[in-house]
C-alpha cells in the first residue's frame, strides 16, 4: 500500500479492447516515474468480462493499485468522470485502452506539472505503422502525423483541438473545477474537444510535450471507420449548442459538403470502400470521403431539433467551405480536406 496519496492517476475507459488494454496496463508497469506515486483507474464501460479477466490478471502483477470501476455503457465521457471522481492522485493522466506508453511517459507528464496546477500537458500520439496497412489506416496516420507535427511547432497557438484524451494530463482539482466532461456527449467524438474549451476558457496553459509518447495501436475496422462520422455530426450540433460562440470553428472540425442521405447509395459505397481498403487509390479516396459525408449529415440532421436548425448547419457549412471565414486555422483545415480526399 501507499504511504501517501498519489502524485498521478491514470484514467483509462475500456470498452471491447481487452488485447490491447493488456498492452497499455504492462506499459504502465515499466515507467521510470516512481510507482509509489501512481495508481491506475480502469473503468469498464459496459459489460466487458475479457477486459476484467485481462484486469485482474494485470493487477496481480502490479507494483502500484489498480482500481476497476464498472458502469453501465455510456460512453468515455461518463466513464473518464467516474474515474476522475474516484481517483485520489493531484493530476489526472487520461489515456486510451489503445495507447502503449513509453518508459518515461509519466516523468514527461508529471515535470511540467511541477509546483503549478494551471497546466494542460498534450502528449506525442503517433499511430502505429502495419507492414501490412490497410488504406483506412494508412489515411488516418498519415493525417494525425500532421497534427502532431503541427502541434510540436514551436509556432503551434493551443485550441481546443489538442485535447486529445488519449494521452493528455490535467490537475484534478482544475477538472473538477470546471464540471469535468459534459455528460450531454453520450455518443463518439468532441466531448475531449468540448472540455479542452472549458479548460482554455478557465485559462489554463497547454503544454505540448513530444517526448511523452503513446503509440496508438489502431484497429478500427474500415466499416466503423466510415460509419463513426453520424456519431460525430450528432456531437457537433450538441458543441455548437453549447458554445455558439465558436459555431464557425466547430463546424469546421469536419469539412465535408452536404451529401443527403440516400441509404442505397452509401451501402453502395462502402461495398467499394471494403473492396478497395487493402490498396487504397483515387477512386478509394472520393468513395470514402462520399460515405463520410453521408453519415456525418445524417447524424446532424438526426441530432437537429428541427429542419430550420439543420439548414442553418448546412448554409454555414457551404460559407465556411467558401471563404474560410478569413481563419487561417480554417482555410488550412479546408485545403488539407481537398488534398486528402479531393474535395
Not at 470546471?178 to 478557465?202: K, P
Not at 457537433?236 to 464557425?248: G, L, N, S, Y
Not at 448546412?314 to 474535395?343: D, H, P
Request: aromatic share 6%; proline share 5%; hydrophobic share 40%.
Amino acid at each position: 500500500m501507499m504511504s501517501a496519496a498519489p502524485e498521478i492517476s491514470v484514467v483509462i475507459p475500456t470498452c471491447g479492447r481487452a488485447d490491447t488494454l493488456r498492452d497499455v496496463l504492462g506499459s504502465l508497469f515499466h515507467q521510470t516515474f516512481d510507482p509509489e506515486k501512481v495508481e491506475i483507474c480502469v473503468i469498464l464501460d459496459g459489460e466487458a468480462p475479457q477486459a476484467a479477466a485481462v484486469v485482474a490478471e494485470q493487477a496481480d502483477r502490479a507494483t502500484r493499485p489498480v482500481l476497476t470501476i464498472r458502469q453501465p455503457r455510456s460512453g468515455q465521457g461518463i466513464a473518464r468522470n467516474h474515474g476522475i471522481r474516484r481517483a485520489t492522485g493531484r493530476i489526472i493522466l487520461m489515456l486510451d485502452d489503445d495507447i502503449v506508453c513509453v518508459p518515461d511517459l509519466l516523468s514527461q507528464h508529471a515535470r511540467h506539472h511541477e509546483g503549478r496546477d494551471d497546466r494542460v500537458v498534450t502528449g506525442a500520439l503517433p499511430v502505429e505503422k502495419l507492414d501490412l496497412e490497410p488504406a483506412h489506416q494508412r489515411d488516418l496516420r498519415r493525417w494525425w502525423d500532421g497534427e502532431m507535427e503541427e502541434r510540436a511547432s514551436p509556432h503551434h497557438q493551443p485550441s481546443f483541438r489538442d485535447f486529445a484524451t488519449g494521452n493528455v494530463s490535467v490537475p484534478r482539482s482544475r477538472l473538477v473545477e470546471v464540471g469535468g466532461f459534459d455528460a450531454d456527449f453520450t455518443g463518439y467524438g468532441r466531448e475531449d474537444y468540448e472540455l479542452g474549451y472549458r479548460l482554455l476558457r478557465a485559462g489554463l496553459h497547454f503544454v505540448h510535450e513530444p517526448r511523452a509518447i503513446g503509440l496508438h495501436r489502431y484497429r478500427k475496422a474500415p466499416i466503423e471507420w466510415l460509419r463513426q462520422w453520424a456519431a460525430m455530426g450528432r456531437a457537433d450540433v450538441i458543441f455548437v449548442r453549447k458554445h455558439p460562440e465558436i459555431t464557425a470553428e466547430i463546424m469546421s472540425l469536419s469539412l465535408f459538403p452536404h451529401i443527403p442521405w440516400n441509404s442505397a447509395a452509401v451501402a453502395a459505397a462502402e461495398r467499394v470502400v471494403l473492396r478497395l481498403n487493402t490498396r487504397g487509390g483515387k477512386v478509394w479516396r472520393r468513395v470514402a470521403a462520399f460515405a463520410m459525408a453521408a453519415h456525418y449529415w445524417r447524424g446532424v440532421r438526426e441530432a437537429a431539433r428541427d429542419s430550420v436548425e439543420f439548414r442553418s448547419l448546412v448554409q454555414l457549412r457551404t460559407e465556411i467551405r467558401r471563404s474560410g471565414r478569413g481563419n487561417k486555422g480554417i482555410a488550412k483545415r479546408i485545403l488539407n480536406m481537398r488534398r486528402r480526399f479531393g474535395l
